[in-house]
């Protein structure tokens, strides 16, 4: 008999499966879906980027190489450098990945030591459940800082102790937010790269939301903080551009763990094929379909925050990504909800699926096109009770 990992073996099921298992159930029911629950775009990722895409298909396939072309670090600088005001090398700073999930993951392999007496990762709860998953497969401990709305959804770094901070290896956070859609000061982010460096982890942000920013304005990137000394950021091309399929993405700072990384990649196989890369240059280099793409999330997201509003039901956080965090009526529980709106046609995501902190809400991708919006806007008018009614 063969014996797996305790990592792999102990795994639990990712939370969305039994979202898909609904779905699928609803589907076969002859119910007509419109599906809020996962966070991939259904606007067309852009015509002109598709066609890059299209004729960097050579007649001979090669592999990629594992630090990505420079035409694409180039524009990932240029990029960085144009929305932060930050000079990155692309030589030395810069690392193109698949997407922002692969390198989320596998980040604890990087800098998890045991041996070391670093063998702690630290978390932000409700959240993205892949670095805690990344984590535990890579046999660390987890932490996990609760957000709420008493803090704004940020966690309190000062209610950690030194001895704790001591012995972790990754902080990670995660603004704009997901779940929340609550963003980070400048100040804050500056705040946790300053512990990096004094108690010797690593800083990592995933800031796969940061152009999805609406009346807040543009939110901030860890890359500001000056000192990119134990601090990386990650960002992805698949909510900016609708690309999610593309599979394209950057970890961005810290040299010395770029340095790193490249050197581990070319083990892994990991790089976005060329054709991908060369896409991507496209992508980066324009700034007009992601501005019209933000107006688009902003017609749909003032769509539902009117009609929450109507119905008197709180959407908290809420001021940046296509996510809202709608606080559940009547004191069920966010299973519930999630499950009495899908007998309607409504696909959400309930909070439990981001961990225990998110019960009490569901998030809401406003990812359906515009019609498909508007008509679900219509479903839940009609199925939510007046505001005199809940009382």
């Known amino acids: 008999m063969m014996h797996l990992a305790p990592s792999l073996r102990d795994l639990e099921p990712y939370p969305f499966e039994e979202l898909d298992r609904q779905k699928r159930a609803a589907l076969d029911a002859g119910r007509e879906l419109i599906d809020f629950g996962v966070g991939d775009p259904r606007d067309v990722t852009p015509e002109f980027i598709r066609d890059a895409l299209k004729n960097a298909v050579a007649p001979v396939s090669s592999y990629p190489r594992a630090a990505g072309l420079p035409e694409l670090r180039g524009a990932i600088a240029g990029w960085v450098h144009g929305r932060f005001g930050v000079t990155l090398d692309p030589a030395s700073d810069v690392l193109p990945t698949l997407g922002s999930k692969e390198p989320i993951f596998s980040m604890a392999q990087a800098v998890v030591y045991p041996a070391a007496a670093r063998n702690l990762v630290v978390v932000t709860a409700p959240g993205y459940t892949i670095p805690e998953r990344g984590a535990r497969a890579a046999g660390a401990e987890v932490l996990r800082l609760p957000l709420t709305e008493a803090s704004g959804f940020l966690p309190d770094l000062d209610g950690v102790d030194a001895a704790t901070w001591d012995r972790t290896a990754i902080l990670w956070l995660n603004y704009p937010n997901n779940p929340t859609g609550a963003v980070a000061t400048l100040a804050f982010l500056e705040g946790a790269a300053e512990l990096a460096r004094r108690h010797g982890f690593l800083l990592a942000s995933d800031e796969a939301y940061s152009e999805l920013w609406f009346e807040s304005g543009p939110p901030p990137s860890v890359l500001q903080v000056g000192d990119l000394t134990n601090v990386v950021a990650i960002n992805t091309l698949s909510k900016r551009s609708s690309m999610t399929g593309y599979r394209s993405g950057f970890v961005a700072?810290?040299?010395?763990?770029?340095?790193?990384?490249?050197?581990?990649r070319p083990s892994v196989g990991v790089t976005p094929q060329e054709f991908v890369q060369l896409a991507s240059v496209t992508a980066w280099g324009d700034e007009s379909h992601v501005v019209e793409q933000r107006a688009r999330y902003a017609?749909?997201?003032?769509?539902?925050?009117?009609?929450?509003?109507?119905?008197?039901?709180?959407?908290?956080?809420?001021?940046?990504?296509?996510?809202?965090?709608?606080?559940?009526?009547?004191?069920?529980?966010?299973?519930?909800?999630?499950?009495?709106?899908?007998?309607?046609?409504?696909?959400?995501?309930?909070?439990?699926?981001?961990?225990?902190?998110?019960?009490?809400?569901?998030?809401?991708?406003?990812?359906?096109?515009?019609?498909?919006?508007?008509?679900?806007?219509?479903?839940?008018?009609?199925?939510?009770?007046d505001p005199a009614v809940t009382r």
């Open 299 to 385: 017609e749909k997201r003032a769509l539902f925050l009117d009609l929450f509003q109507t119905k008197g039901i709180q959407v908290m956080g809420s001021v940046a990504t296509f996510y809202l965090w709608v606080k559940v009526p009547g004191g069920r529980r966010s299973t519930t909800w999630g499950s009495e709106l899908l007998e309607h046609g409504i696909v959400v995501a309930p909070g439990s699926y981001f961990g225990s902190e998110g019960e009490g809400y569901v998030r809401m991708a406003v990812v359906p096109t515009i019609e498909d919006c508007r008509r679900a806007a219509d479903i839940l008018f009609d199925l939510l009770p």
């Open 253 to 264: 700072g810290d040299r010395q763990l770029i340095e790193a990384m490249k050197a581990q």
